[in-house]
Structure formats: C-alpha cells, structure tokens
C-alpha cells in the first residue's frame, strides 16, 4: 500500500488491521535501521557525517532529512545504505506470519524504490494507492505539527499521482469524511481477500 504524504494510509491501515490485515509499517522500520543500533546507523553516519547527530551520538532525523530531501544525491545516498537494510528487516518480519496471513506493506515510496522486492518469498504480489488532492495531503501533513514548505518538499520528492496509478491495481480515496473512507477500505478488504489464495 502506497500514497503520498497526508493522504491517510496510516488511517487506512488501520481500517485493513481490523478487517484483518497484518500491517507492515516499512516507514517505521527505516527508522528503526538508522536508530541505535540499527543495521544501518554506523554507514549513515559515515555517509553524512557528525553533522546528522544529536548531541547524543544518536542520528537526528530532521537534520538528515535536511541534507536528504533538498538535494536528490543526497537522496540517493541515503537508500543506498538504508534500503538493503529495510529489505532485510522486511524478510525477518513478515517470515514470522502465519504463511496463510494477509500482509499488507504500508510504504509511501514503493513505486521509487525496490522495497519489498528483495526477497522473492515476501516479494508484495498487488499494490494498493490510497488518494487524495494535493491540497488536502498538505493540509493534513502541515495540521499534523509539518511545516507547509517541508510538506511541500516532501512531496514533491516522492512519485506524481499518475506514477502511483501506473502501478496500482487498487486505488482508495481518501478524499471525504470519514464513514466514505471505512465504506472505500471494506470494498477494497473484499478484493484484497480476494487475491488472498494466489
């Protein structure tokens, strides 16, 4: 499951969990592989340097997102390091589900990038777009504690609305109040349990 900053696919998720779903949060496990300790802490800071640090030896996130989000090497870089990492973490996570579970990556750059794709036994067989205008997304990010500019950036370097339609087999707007996204999320449930024997 993907979309773009602010269009809800954390509330999505969680409309798939209590259908059933098990929810793969990849966000947080990029986190978890730059934090301390993580597979992927020591080659970031070599990468970027002490200038992405806390006064604590750990690695601040908004300071290398800084570096990360405004320049495109800077980008490339950081997956470079951290995206084998992620794979790894995924292969470990989702091997320990029952092999009959519903898995459902939640990741906001699957279409840039070759997250969960490393290992062909939890390669991701369908793709999920959750949608909603530009203007809302930046909405939610900024009413969210983002600044509007950092949302805006983000944004922008994530894929376009069509790159994401390109690859979607499903799309879910979000783009209503909330009685319309839990009516989109349950028809969405009964086509994803549909593909669940293949």
């Given at each position: 499951?993907?979309?773009?900053?602010?269009?809800?696919?954390?509330?999505?998720?969680?409309?798939?969990?209590?259908?059933?779903?098990?929810?793969?949060?990849?966000?947080?496990?990029?986190?978890?592989?730059?934090?301390?300790?993580?597979?992927?802490?020591?080659?970031?800071?070599?990468?970027?340097?002490?200038?992405?640090?806390?006064?604590?030896?750990?690695?601040?996130?908004?300071?290398?997102?800084?570096?990360?989000?405004?320049?495109?090497?800077?980008?490339?870089?950081?997956?470079a390091?951290?995206?084998?990492?992620?794979?790894?973490?995924?292969?470990?996570?989702?091997?320990?589900?029952?092999?009959?579970?519903?898995?459902?990556?939640?990741?906001?750059?699957?279409?840039?990038?070759?997250?969960?794709?490393?290992?062909?036994?939890?390669?991701?067989?369908?793709?999920?777009?959750?949608?909603?205008?530009?203007?809302?997304?930046?909405?939610?990010?900024?009413?969210?504690?983002?600044?509007?500019?950092?949302?805006?950036a983000?944004?922008?370097?994530?894929?376009?609305?069509?790159?994401?339609?390109?690859?979607?087999?499903l799309?879910?707007?979000?783009?209503?109040?909330?009685?319309?996204?839990?009516?989109?999320?349950?028809?969405?449930?009964?086509?994803?349990?549909?593909?669940?024997?293949?």
């Amino acid at each position: 499951m993907t979309g773009g900053i602010g269009s809800g696919k954390s509330t999505v998720a969680s409309l798939l969990a209590a259908h059933g779903a098990n929810i793969v949060d990849v966000d947080a496990l990029g986190r978890a592989v730059i934090a301390p300790g993580g597979r992927a802490e020591a080659a970031v800071v070599a990468e970027f340097g002490d200038g992405v640090l806390t006064t604590d030896g750990t690695i601040d996130r908004p300071a290398l997102a800084r570096v990360v989000f405004g320049h495109p090497d800077g980008l490339a870089r950081l997956e470079a390091i951290s995206h084998p990492a992620i794979n790894e973490e995924l292969t470990e996570v989702v091997g320990a589900f029952p092999g009959d579970a519903i898995v459902v990556y939640d990741m906001a750059i699957l279409v840039e990038s070759n997250l969960g794709r490393g290992d062909p036994a939890h390669h991701y067989s369908h793709v999920l777009v959750v949608e909603a205008p530009l203007e809302l997304r930046i909405a939610r990010a900024v009413a969210r504690g983002m600044n509007e500019a950092d949302a805006r950036a983000r944004a922008a370097s994530q894929a376009t609305d069509e790159q994401r339609r390109a690859v979607a087999d499903l799309v879910v707007r979000n783009d209503a109040d909330v009685a319309a996204l839990e009516a989109n999320v349950a028809e969405a449930w009964a086509t994803i349990r549909s593909w669940a024997p293949a």
